[in-house]
């Protein structure tokens, strides 16, 4: 058998993947010019400009899926990071993604881009919402589990109603927590957070994000890109068949409407912001969140930020990541498909 060869016409571009919860994460390694702009909020608007093609052309059909998530690497923002981060799906680039910190983490030590160090590798990583910290906990050689604090996360609204076709009054309240989320209960609209459930899901959020586009957000950080709403997340009772090992159950339709598959990172932290100021949990106390694969990432409230503007919870995620592989794309001029598609 011959060795394979890429082929030299065309742009190339080496990536590699990994999975979190089952919630899927491509991390590009070479082939991608560097990003213009000082800060990590001048780069993704950057990116925003210049680079879409290639976003679509890595994350959709035929060199991705239409649930898949990117990410690229740039130089740090601030003294003492590793990297910069900007995140991406299929509605475009996105400020943070919970899932892709940890992904991320795991990527960047197992495959040597960072020094692995036992027991636990701290990293620092620069995104448009400011400074994740991110640990990787380490255990013969592989990252066992990943734990990162988010940026503050708050309550914006509550009791909110609106009318949506198809789906009536729907009640649903809004969050910050890396991005601004609308909670919805997949019970009151009679939906089941199931696999089998994901096309009604995804239908339900689809219509609910463009009920709810242009909802004034309030005073939002600037780093939270104008407050625009992130996705909607459908809440409800854990799964009884998985031994009591998770407090409640969630699914998120993003704008753009991918579904997630974890339980999502951010839509804990905004979450768990929510049930704080019902007093529902407790700074300290573990929540555990299943996603609608049965995967489980947990979260807590570690702290309080006391600025006026972005005060909040600061939360700390847990959840765990596989390298799934990595590939060397061709993208070439010719190709009438070289952008992506979706359908």
Excluded at 40 to 45: F, L, P
Excluded at 212 to 240: D, K, Y
Aim: glycine content about 14%; proline content about 6%.
């Amino acid at each position: 058998m011959h060795e394979w060869a890429v082929p030299s016409h065309g742009l190339q571009v080496e990536t590699v993947d990994a999975h979190a919860g089952g919630q899927s994460l491509r991390l590009i390694l070479r082939g991608v010019p560097p990003l213009g702009g000082r800060t990590m909020v001048e780069r993704q608007a950057y990116a925003e400009r210049h680079f879409d093609h290639l976003r679509r052309a890595l994350l959709l059909e035929p060199r991705g899926h239409p649930d898949l998530h990117g990410c690229l690497l740039t130089p740090p923002q601030y003294h003492g990071s590793h990297f910069g981060v900007i995140f991406m799906h299929r509605g475009g680039f996105r400020p943070m993604c919970g899932h892709g910190v940890i992904a991320l983490t795991t990527l960047l030590l197992e495959c040597g881009l960072v020094e692995m160090k036992v027991p636990e590798t701290r990293l620092r990583l620069d995104t448009p919402v400011g400074m994740i910290r991110a640990y990787g906990q380490i255990r013969e050689g592989q990252v066992e589990r990943v734990f990162f604090e988010n940026a503050p996360s708050r309550v914006v609204a509550t009791g909110c109603r609106r009318e949506v076709p198809g789906l009536g009054q729907v009640n649903y309240d809004l969050a910050f927590g890396g991005g601004l989320f609308a909670f919805v209960d997949a019970g009151a609209l009679g939906l089941s957070i199931a696999a089998e459930a994901e096309p009604a899901l995804a239908l339900a959020g689809r219509a609910l994000l463009a009920a709810l586009a242009g909802h004034p957000a309030g005073e939002m950080p600037e780093s939270a890109l104008e407050g625009m709403l992130m996705g909607v997340v459908f809440t409800g009772p854990p799964s009884r068949r998985r031994g009591g090992r998770a407090d409640a159950r969630q699914v998120c339709v993003s704008a753009g409407g991918s579904v997630d598959r974890s339980a999502g990172g951010m839509e804990i932290c905004a979450r768990l912001a929510l049930l704080s100021s019902q007093g529902l949990v407790r700074d300290g106390v573990d929540f555990a969140v299943e996603g609608i694969t049965g995967s489980v990432f947990r979260g807590k409230i570690v702290g309080r930020d006391s600025d006026p503007v972005t005060g909040g919870a600061i939360c700390e995620i847990e959840g765990q990541a596989w390298v799934t592989g990595r590939h060397t794309f061709l993208i070439a001029e010719d190709d009438p498909f070289r952008s992506g598609f979706l359908l």
